[in-house]
């Protein structure tokens, strides 16, 4: 019997999907239904606040918003999520 063992590196072609949470907020259903261009949601979290990066929805770290030198976002880690923080 050929024993099929996996590696980590067996799984470095699986793609996932990686979010940016900068905050949240909790809406009624009628306040969703007058959403328009101009509405201002307001989030729960300051403006200069780090965000949340999730991974196929864990959160595994917080960072800061920064502009990379082309001039897109992109996320500086900050410090990694705790267990807790992960089944949050």
């Known amino acids: 019997m050929i024993e099929d063992r996996l590696t980590l590196a067996a799984l470095n072609s699986v793609a996932l999907d ?3 949470v900068l905050g949240r907020a909790s809406v009624r259903v009628a306040d969703v239904l007058g959403f328009a261009p101009g509405v201002v949601v307001p989030l729960d ?3 200069d606040a780090p965000v949340a990066l ?3 929805g864990v959160a595994i770290a917080h960072g800061d ?8 976002l992109a996320v500086e ?3 990694l999520a705790t267990p807790r923080e992960q089944l949050s």
């Open 77 to 79: 880690i900050a410090a």
């Open 54 to 56: 999730l991974v196929n």
């Open 45 to 47: 979290a300051a403006p």
């Open 18 to 20: 990686v979010r940016v």
């Open 65 to 72: 918003i920064v502009v990379t030198q082309d001039g897109s």
